[in-house]
């Protein structure tokens, strides 16, 4: 059985497409991050880097639980603990890697300042909105061009790099991104939004919402954009 350790953010819901995709047994554990759950010293046994999601496998390599943080080496994990989703074929594989990497490397990333800077800033710095929206548009030109020419993110085959970008890039509408423009784009975007696993993701992902909503009720956020705040919080945690 998968413990999956998270919340349905991009990189929580990305590991929930994969569980459905392939069918292995597994549960939500929540994780309030807007109450600072993930510092806790029993979440960072999971998480060191205090981040969602995180990984229990109850049945891991050689036996035995198996506990790992990072969506894009679990996603690879749960890849080769199936055998689906990352091709056997050399050439398909490391294509699927590095598409998969762009993801962890560029689109993560730049989104997520994007939302940081646009959204959350205690400031408006209007630098640092203009770096990481221009750099959001550029990303989706990237897969755009990219589906021009290939049928899924990898090639021809469905594999952990679209499950990987796909929760992602759920709010193109907002950055302009549209058929006239990237038509490519949101071809791949229609084929992935009629996947069964990916509307079962869908469905699951607002009703943990709304649990963990409910959960927090009368409860207070903490500030989980302050760097300093949470070095403060990880230090406490991890006091000995
Ligand atoms: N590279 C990590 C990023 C994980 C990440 O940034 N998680 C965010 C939510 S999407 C988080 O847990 N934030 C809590 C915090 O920063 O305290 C991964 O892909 O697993």
Redesign the pocket.
Known sequence: MIELHS?P????QKVMIMLEETGLEWKHFDVH?RLGE?FTPEYLKLSPN????AIVDTDGPGGGRYTM????AILWYLAEKTGKFLPKDARKRYDTLQWLMFQ?GHV?PMF?QANHFNNYARDTIQYAKDRYNNESVRLYRVLDNRLRDSTWIAGDEYTIADMAIYPWTKGHADRGIDQAGYPNFMRWFAAMQVRPAVQRNDKMAAEIRARMTKAAEGKTAIN?FDTRD?AARLAQATER
């Open positions: 919340s953010t991009p990189n929580g991050i993930q205090n981040k969602i999601p943080m990072e969506s894009g962890m993560g997520g989980m949470n």
